[in-house]
């Protein structure tokens, strides 16, 4: 009965699917006719769930897709709207096995943060803790596998009509996107990389960052109940004066912490921007959403380190080198051709940074996006293709870079001893 009512739901999602297709199309027959770019994010976020969550891995994949796609996809926005307390109690009760009074004193009916996988409330435990409860939402898991299902055979139609796209193997990135996906979806998952990560925390004596604490009595597959943080993003400089007196040494700890993680966890935090770090009220900084996270090999994290190193000197030599070294390549590549190139992106970067000019904070995603596509452009003028993973990492260290010019604009990066893992 479960495989009839699921086909059931399937073809219905399928059937709303070519209903918003159909919208879409309609409009551009009127003359309502957006740059394709934009037709295409503002069309996946009509279709919910799996197609927000696509138009985020476009965003942060400038090895995969063409540089306007990837800018546009920026703007792909992962609200939802909040589901009645009703349905998020009864989840709550369902995947607990006993009654709610049980286990939380109060659960705020208001959520801290909704989006297309998950909605966030604040609660009490009755054991007095301040806890947050993450609730998977009903259903998601089969929208996102018909969602996938039916991507993964338009792709495989697509690849034989059009052999010559210029993208790498369609189908094998909707079955990247797929694992992806389906390990955000498993909450058992990110509450072993909090543990995990703890672990490593521990294991390095590191006591100025830290993660939610995982209450296993009360997380499965579908809720995740953790700590609660009392704190403020990264980037809230005036907050964070209250909190640390020293930014710059809060920053440190930051950077020192996800730089060791590189060789001493197993993974790393693939999705460090600003509201996924904060200062704690005790000075410390919390890690915090680890549903999205990276693993590189030893062999690839040598060459990266390499990589940094040669940007710490200016060898462009030794960049063009490592950047070989890290991409995937079916022909020669000329080191010093790419070396020059490097040169010359570089030279523009500073013009585009001066010294002397007040930093903004809302530029830092966008020059984070630009410098990183510029990069990997470069690369792929020379016949080079990078793992995805390398671009998560590069995207890490820009993301880095920005919140020295916001929190400690008279630091530098590479000759600061502090800065254990550059030196």
Same mark, same amino acid.
């Given at each position: ?55 985020q891995f476009i965003a ?53 943060? #909704? /989006?297309? @996988?998950?909605?966030?409330? !604040?609660? &009490? =435990? ?6 947050? *409860? ?19 055979? #338009? /792709?495989? @139609?697509?690849?034989?009509? !059009?052999? &010559? =796209? ?6 094998? *990135? ?215 993973e390398f671009a998560l ?31």
């Amino acid at each position: 009965m479960g495989k009839v009512t699921n086909g059931v739901k399937g073809a219905f999602r399928i059937g709303q699917t070519m209903s918003v297709l159909g919208r879409a199309g309609v409009s551009w027959v009127r003359g309502d006719r957006p740059p394709a770019p934009r037709l295409l994010r503002q069309t996946f976020e009509s279709l919910g769930a799996t197609y927000i969550k696509l138009g985020q891995f476009i965003a942060s994949s400038p090895t995969f897709f063409p540089k306007e796609y990837v800018e546009e996809f920026q703007y792909c926005l992962d609200r939802t709207p909040n589901l009645p307390f009703s349905v998020i109690r009864k989840i709550i009760r369902d995947e607990l096995g006993r009654p709610i009074e049980e286990v939380y004193s109060d659960i705020d009916p208001v959520a801290l943060a #909704s /989006a297309s @996988i998950a909605q966030v409330h !604040a609660a &009490k =435990l009755v054991t007095g803790e301040d806890v947050v *409860i993450k609730v998977q939402k009903p259903g998601v898991e089969n929208i996102l596998l018909t969602d996938l299902n039916f991507l993964y055979v #338009s /792709a495989r @139609i697509l690849e034989t009509l !059009a052999p &010559k =796209l210029s993208w790498t193997s369609l189908s094998g *990135i909707v079955e990247e996107i797929q694992r992806t996906m389906m390990e955000e979806c498993d909450f058992i998952k990110e509450a072993n990389n909090l543990k995990v990560f703890r672990e490593f925390l521990l294991n390095t004596h590191n006591d100025d960052a830290t993660v939610p604490a995982v209450y296993e009595s009360c997380s499965t597959r579908r809720i995740l109940t953790m700590e609660r943080f009392h704190g403020v993003p990264l980037t809230d400089l005036e907050s964070i004066r209250g909190y640390a007196r020293d930014p710059e040494r809060t920053l440190i700890t930051a950077m020192n912490t996800w730089f060791s993680s590189l060789t001493q966890c197993e993974f790393f935090h693939a999705d460090v921007h600003a509201g996924n770090l904060m200062v704690l009220k005790d000075g410390r900084v919390g890690f915090i959403d680890f549903g999205i996270v990276g693993r590189i090999r030893p062999d690839t994290w040598q060459a990266v380190s390499d990589f940094i190193s040669s940007v710490m000197v200016g060898n462009f030599d030794g960049m063009a080198d490592a950047m070989i070294r890290i991409g995937i390549t079916h022909q020669k590549v000329q080191a010093s051709e790419l070396a020059n190139d490097l040169r010359r992106l570089y030279q523009q970067m500073d013009k585009m940074v001066p010294d002397e000019s007040p930093y903004q904070p809302d530029q830092a995603e966008d020059d984070v996006n630009n410098i990183l596509m510029d990069m990997v452009r470069i690369g792929e003028g020379h016949g080079l293709h990078f793992p995805r993973e390398f671009a998560l990492l590069l995207k890490q260290f820009l993301y880095f870079d920005r919140y020295v010019h916001i929190l400690a604009p008279e630091m530098d990066v590479f000759m600061d001893e502090r800065l254990t893992m550059l030196h």
